[in-house]
């Protein structure tokens, strides 16, 4: 299949529909050619894959190792004049998202157990004291107030630090530091400042634990000999940034796009049953981590396309979640279909550790914050929300909302 459609040069990432739709050009792209030859801004060619069939079939395969240059650190294809990746990159220890059998799964069974639903279930009830705390606070303040600020990235960020075992008063480091991994034209430079420190700060943290352990995750890990100290810090790197950054986006975005559809609003103020099946189609609908990266350890035919071993292959998961040949009418919020089997948690091997948590956050966090500010507004006209479309995790900077009252 080789059909006559323009090859993208560079990755076509701001969402200029609305801001909640893939850019006009990925849709055009995946109706065209579902996985296509792109060019990276120094010139060399990599794929393009934004059909649901074939992103869900490449997480699927192994083939496509994860060991993609650096991982979160820098991307291909925001360095302009890296050469053309002809291997896969080195792997930072305990970094497991971008490492590939059998190392990935060593590692990640180490894990598994901590967050199984099980696991999280007997974590709701804490979870819901922290959000009811939360909005406590913010049903004190005088509105407006930034609920980003206030609420979306308090709730994730005092979750993961309890689970963890990370001081929350420590969060500044964190979340500047995770912040700065994030922004899309960020020098390397800044990238390793900012991981330096991050790392600096967790090898101590860990470092503590493995002499004094105490009663949390990182401890329970810290106990096993036969993870080194480096690993650990790689472990609590990777879940203490996967696991405040994204529900953080979700949340806030999230709210905004219910603002913004008042009639599924209402509907799911008047039937909380309704939360969980929203909550899904808003990790559909948002898609808020939308980039992910692969390499090609092989010649591989993907949907009837010849992929030559040694290529970068960028998925496109918000692609993947509006195709029509999977959802219907993808680019409308309908908190009443079944979202499941969306990719917004990924696929395979890799698939999201800590999605039963995010659910369990983000349930909890709107469900409790539609039932206390029952006429939650946007406090500025909704064209001059700030977006993050200078970031590689999608969502608002601020978004400023008011109310007139609070029930409890
Ligand atoms: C992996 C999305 C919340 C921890 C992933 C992947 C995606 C994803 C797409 C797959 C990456 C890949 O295939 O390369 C999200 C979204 C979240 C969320 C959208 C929130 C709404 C969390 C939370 C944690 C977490 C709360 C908490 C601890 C991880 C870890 C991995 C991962 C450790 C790597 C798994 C592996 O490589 O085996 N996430 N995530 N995530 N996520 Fe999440």
Known sequence: MSQPVPIPHGLPMQRDVTPFDPPREITELRGARPVSPMLFPDGHEGWLVTGYDAVRRLLADTRFSSRQDLGILHMPYETPGMPAPTEPSPQIPGMFVAMDPPDHGR????????????????????????????????????????????????VPSLVICELLGVPYADRENFQVNSAKFLVRDQSLEEKMGAYIALNTYLTELVTGKRAEPGDDLLSDLARDDDVTIEELTGVAF?????????????????????????????????????????????????????????????????????????????????AANHDPERFDDPDTLDIHRTARGHLSFGHGIHQCLGQQLARIEMRAGLGGLLRRFPDLALAVPAGEVRLKSDMNIYGVHELPVTWTETAK
């Open 238 to 318: 990777l879940l203490l940034f996967a696991g405040h950054e994204t529900t953080a986006n979700v949340l806030a975005l999230g709210t905004f796009a219910l603002l913004e559809n008042p009639g599924q609003l209402a509907e799911l103020r008047a039937d909380a049953d309704l939360m969980p099946g929203a909550v899904e189609e808003l990790m559909r609908y948002l898609s808020i981590a939308d980039i992910f990266f692969r390499y090609a350890t092989e010649d591989i035919e993907l949907c009837g396309e010849k992929i030559p071993e040694g290529s970068t292959v960028v998925i496109s998961l918000l």
């Open 107 to 154: 590692l990640r069974k180490k894990l598994t157990g901590a967050f199984t639903v099980k696991r999280m279930k007997t974590l709701e009830e804490h979870i819901v004291e922290i959000v009811e705390q939360q909005l406590e606070k913010l049903a004190n303040m005088a509105p407006p107030v930034d609920l980003v600020k206030e609420f979306a990235l308090p």
